[in-house]
């Protein structure tokens, strides 16, 4: 009887020893998925500033260019009507083109314009179905990692720094030992 009961304690703590160790795996993978969402919160936070810089950058040299174009004595808005009606024409002469190729090849150039927009309305009710849910999804998703960034911050506020945890861990293993094992 004294055997079984040996066996049943001893069972019970490699349980719970089991539990503690899935525990402890489990919450090591839950921080590295925090750490890996937080990194690239940053970076996608970085690539953020950078496009706006840039833009800002951008913006500025384009007001720099036409004011030195304005300064030549050069009609910019005009320049740009002029470029704009080129890269319709130049639209026109490759479809024309495209029209050419597909009639010599016996395809009817309507034809295909009329899958393309069935091709494109089947596209369009497949994003209003599946549309909202992904918002959502994505809405939600960003709520759970903002709220699990503001646990994290708000548990580093109530823990000991890592300088205090060291110094005090230090003095705490000296004074566990016993007067029998120091030298």
Do not use: C
């Amino acid at each position: 009887m004294r055997g079984l009961e040996i066996r049943w304690k001893q069972n019970l703590e490699k349980r719970r020893l089991e539990e503690q160790q899935a525990l402890l795996a489990l919450q090591e993978e839950r921080k590295e998925r925090d750490y890996r969402e937080w990194r690239s919160e940053v970076q996608e936070e970085r690539l953020r500033r950078r496009r706006l810089i840039a833009r800002e950058e951008a913006q500025e040299k384009e007001l720099l260019e036409w004011k030195t174009l304005e300064l030549l004595g050069r009609d910019v808005l005009r320049e740009e009507e002029l470029k704009k009606k080129a890269a319709v024409e130049a639209a026109f002469q490759k479809s024309s083109v495209q029209r050419r190729q597909l009639e010599e090849q016996g395809i009817l150039p309507s034809r295909v314009l009329q899958e393309a927009k069935v091709l494109a309305e089947e596209q369009r009710k497949t994003m209003e179905q599946v549309g909202p849910k992904q918002a959502e999804q994505e809405l939600w998703d960003a709520l759970m990692a903002k709220n699990r960034w503001a646990r994290t911050q708000q548990m580093g506020s109530t823990h000991p720094t890592s300088r205090e945890v060291s110094r005090w861990g230090f003095f705490a293993e000296k004074a566990d030992r016993s007067p029998a094992v120091r030298r």
